[in-house]
């Protein structure tokens, strides 16, 4: 039987309801949001991208070197759906959710966590070698 | 009860196994494997994002009017983590998978699709109203 739960990733999956709506059509408090979710979390951001849709509504990502943080917003429905996707011991995901449902003003959420990679180290460790280290052990 | 399975989106999340290593340490196949996925799923691409790390390893996202693609590649592990979420009934999330599943080499792959925004239309319809709509009643 294989280990279950170990793996390279955790991926928080959450469902944010009864927002406020006027802050899920505000790119800017959005954005400032999601960076600080990321420090949060201890992650370490690479670039992000954000987006004010017409008439209403948000879409908003930021590349962390642990992973990733996104998220689509319907400021009509007063729903967001975000994820933090972090890898390594070193960040805790749930502290950035935390800072999202804050900001946000979200009155229910759910929340569903998946372990992203599970086995694979087991698996395939072994499997490849960067080439550059295959040819500097047929120069040597 | 509640209707279930009638949400906003579809959040495929696809654990790609065996998959090629070379290819997926080269960032440059990565950044057009997801471009070609966002356009094979009928996305509309806003901006995106891709990062190379030391030693190796690729991360990136596509971020699409409909929401977007991720990918995070463990050449090590012949692994990435791979999501297509997109909103709307133009767009088919899967047909961006099997871009990624084929451009990768992937030999195996686990799937899931969560629906995001469960009820969410049924439940807050009215909700909210953009100010400027507000006002503009207020007005005349």
Redesign the interface.
Known sequence: MKRVGVG??K?I?A?L??CD??IL?NVNVIKESLLEAATTSNSTV????F?R?K??GV???V?I?E??I?I?T??????A?V?V?T?GDKTNPWKGLEVLKNRLKAKRITV?E?T???N??K???G??K??RRILREVLT
């Open positions: 390279l990733g991926h999956i469902e309801f009864e709506s006027d059509d690479i670039n992000y991208s987006h849709f008439p209403y879409s908003g990502y590349l070197a992973s990733h996104s689509h319907w400021p009509e429905y007063g729903y759906a994820d996707f890898c569903m998946i992203r990679g599970v694979v180290e698996e395939y460790n499997y490849w960067p080439r």
